[in-house]
């Protein structure tokens, strides 16, 4: 989504724009969405073995003035074949040592592996992060902050605003919203929800998403005698997402890492305040206190105790309420748009000599 916005506002600006990527069942080699001409090749899984040729036969066969990278955790290593092409490298964020939480070892040694090649291979390269945390994660790992550009990530405020919202659930509604992975850490939300529960009996919780993990989950959730109280809702419509997220009361977000949480932000448009980890990505986008609370990753008694807090007294929730919809009427794609193009066009006219 954040990739898109960028590629198709540079298509309304003038641009010519290329996508490669992966392919997926059913999807045609080519296409163009929103004036965006795409080149779908391989599958996710091979994809940095795959996309590379492509991208050196484009940059062979046409001019390009700009060649973007986005580095969703495991790099294409772009500046062994860019050529004299001008560059710019998104990142979301990287895994790190997470990916451990994730993956088996051998994988999880791969891409931590290719992630700690970027720092000597993209030195001189320029950055657009969309958060402060994946800019510390960056120069930690010793590239020029000075060639780092954090660019914030945008919201559809009309497909999160209702003109006539439902009203909050008539008792207490706790939701969890990610993909479904081991290391999104979403146990650690049914954990917590153990002794919100044993405070509040009508409480309810309910899992939003799909993923590998949900079967180990469900299995957390049956092991704790939660089966009654706790519910899968996996994929939803656009209509009922937004309809439950102005429905809850409190979303819990475990994750131990995030890029930038661009779903507290879509939560807090719906007036619902988050309890996240104190990590990277989530410690930018919550601010802690005002619109929900930042608690100790993996501290399920710390996520119970400040959900309760906002479930026991509704001045507090309306407060935070009121807050998180003024935090994220602060953010807009038109905004992130201009900004990664005015970017784009600045590391485009330093185009490298012959």
């Not at 619109?291 to 008694?301: A, E, K, M, N, W």
Request: charged share 25%; with cysteine.
């Amino acid at each position: 989504m954040h990739l898109h916005h960028i590629l198709k506002g540079a298509v309304a600006a003038g641009w010519e724009v290329d996508l490669v990527c992966a392919g997926y069942q059913g999807a045609p080699r080519h296409d163009v969405i929103d004036g965006v001409n795409i080149h779908r090749h391989g599958h996710w899984t091979v994809a940095n073995f795959v996309l590379p040729r492509v991208v050196k036969r484009l940059l062979k066969n046409g001019h390009y003035d700009l060649l973007v990278e986005d580095i969703n955790k495991i790099p294409f290593f772009t500046p062994l074949y860019r050529g004299n092409t001008p560059l710019v490298a998104i990142v979301p964020h990287l895994f790190g040592t997470t990916v451990y939480r994730e993956a088996n070892p051998v994988t999880a040694s791969y891409v931590y592996g290719a992630e700690r090649l970027i720092a000597p291979l993209y030195r001189d390269v320029d950055f657009e992060v969309i958060s402060p945390s994946t800019r510390d994660d960056l120069m930690g790992r010793g590239l020029d902050g000075n060639r780092i550009r954090t660019i914030y990530c945008g919201l559809e405020h009309e497909r999160f605003t209702l003109e006539n919202p439902p009203l909050r659930s008539e008792t207490p509604l706790i939701v969890s919203w990610s993909r479904l992975r081991r290391y999104k850490s979403v146990d650690v939300a049914i954990r917590a929800f153990t002794h919100i529960v044993g405070e509040i009996p009508d409480a309810r919780l309910l899992i939003m998403g799909r993923g590998p993990d949900e079967k180990r989950l469900r299995g957390i959730v049956h092991k704790l005698g939660l089966d009654e109280t706790v519910s899968f809702g996996g994929f939803m419509s656009w209509d009922d997402l937004v309809a439950t997220l102005h429905r809850a009361h409190v979303f819990l977000n475990p994750s131990p890492k995030e890029g930038w949480g661009l779903t507290v932000i879509e939560a807090n448009q719906c007036g619902l305040p988050v309890v996240a980890s104190a990590r990277p990505g989530l410690q930018d986008s919550v601010r802690d206190g005002k619109t929900g609370f930042l608690v100790p990753y993996g501290d399920d008694r710390a996520f119970a105790d400040k959900a309760l807090q906002l479930l026991r007294d509704p001045e507090l929730f309306a407060r935070q309420s009121a807050a998180a919809r003024q935090w994220a009427a602060s953010f807009s794609w038109q905004r992130c748009v201009a900004e990664s193009l005015a970017l784009f066009a600045e590391v485009a006219g330093r185009r490298r000599p012959d």
